[in-house]
């Protein structure tokens, strides 16, 4: 049964860092372009930013281009989202999204948190 886990959430202040990853096991995640969405509270589901299989090509939402970065070491099947120059609106939970054919997969999401 393939399986997302993602990790690195937590408690972050204005203004700082935080790296999402995103771990696969049981699927062909080499093969899967991935995105990165967020849940903030009371909102639908947003996209944050996707990556192709190969890692040539990157998109993001545009409110969030520059500060975030995806990026993805596939010998690890692990994908990151680099996230910069936080803002409390960055608060939500991101959840780790991988697709390949008709199979898609979900984690369960990391909650990050960005307060003074």
């Known amino acids: 049964q393939g399986q997302l886990v993602e990790s690195g959430g937590g408690l972050v202040q204005p203004g700082g860092s935080l790296t999402l990853s995103c771990a696969a096991s049981?699927?062909?995640?080499?093969?899967?372009?991935v995105a990165w969405y967020r849940q903030a509270p009371g909102k639908e589901r947003e996209w944050v930013a996707s990556i192709s299989s190969d890692g040539s090509h990157t998109s993001y939402a545009d409110s969030l281009k520059g500060r975030f970065t995806i990026s993805r070491e596939r010998a690890k099947y692990t994908v990151f989202l680099q996230m910069n120059s936080l803002k409390p609106e960055d608060t939500a939970v991101y959840y780790c999204n991988s697709k390949r054919l008709t199979y898609e997969f979900w984690g369960q999401g990391t909650q990050v948190t960005v307060s003074a």
């Open positions: 049981g699927i062909r995640f080499r093969l899967s372009a």
